[in-house]
């Protein structure tokens, strides 16, 4: 049981969005809120293609959704959408796997082309699913963030100020009586 799931859509090993859901679980549990990580690469690939909703890693993995209170999804963008490995996992999930969860979705592109994506392909599916508490996506493009071994190690200011707003709500939902103040443990700013 978890206050906070990350869901990590990238199908990459060393992937800029699971490390910004990285930064998202120190931050938050550095607030007292407990986390969870689930990354869709490392279900069983067969279960995930063959849509076998009674799989092992499906089935634990349904079940850490169904416990958390509140949802950090983050995907890379691929061909103007969300990863099909994300897809593939939220096509398993209940009909109603999200209502009453918050839901944060992150994205990562390489370019602001798909700047709306998050908008346009990821909310109808998370709306799909239940959720009606959905917070301002963040879009992240690549040249704001650096990472190493999967490890973050910089992110542009602006972007961390939007993540601090955001995770600053998460907070404020969760645990409504927490000071309205988030460390970043000093992460450094891309130039
Ligand atoms: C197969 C593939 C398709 C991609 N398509 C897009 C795209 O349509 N638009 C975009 O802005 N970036 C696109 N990218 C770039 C990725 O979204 C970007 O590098 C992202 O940060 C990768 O996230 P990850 O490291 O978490 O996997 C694509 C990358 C790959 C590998």
Same mark, same amino acid.
């Given at each position: 049981m978890s206050d906070i799931l990350t869901i !990590?859509?990238?199908p990459s090993n060393n992937s800029r969005s699971s !490390? @910004? =859901? +990285? =930064? &998202?679980?120190?931050?938050l549990e550095g607030h007292g809120l407990s986390t969870d990580a689930l990354n869709v690469r490392d279900l069983d690939a067969t279960e995930l293609f063959t849509a076998n909703f009674n799989g092992e890693s499906v089935r634990?993995? &349904?079940? *850490? @959704?169904h416990q958390a209170r509140a949802i950090v999804i983050a995907t890379p963008i691929y061909k103007a959408a969300y990863s099909g490995v994300l897809k593939a996992f939220l096509d398993l999930l209940p009909q109603d796997a999200l209502a009453d969860k918050l839901i944060f979705p992150i994205a990562t592109g390489g370019s602001p082309a798909h700047l709306l994506a #998050?908008?346009? !392909? =990821? *909310?109808? &599916?998370l709306n799909a699913l239940g959720a009606h508490h959905i917070l301002h996506g963040l879009y992240i493009q690549d040249a704001q963030i650096q990472h190493t071994n999967g490890e973050l190690t910089a992110l542009d @200011?602006? #972007? +961390? *100020?939007? =993540?601090?707003?955001?995770l600053m709500k998460v907070v404020g939902q969760l645990m409504p009586a927490q000071p309205e103040r988030i460390s970043f443990n000093s992460i450094a700013h891309v130039r």
């Open positions: !990590a859509g990238s !490390a @910004v =859901l +990285e =930064l &998202v679980r120190n931050v634990a993995a &349904v079940a *850490k @959704v #998050i908008d346009y !392909a =990821l *909310k109808p &599916v @200011v602006a #972007i +961390e *100020k939007r =993540l601090h707003t955001s």
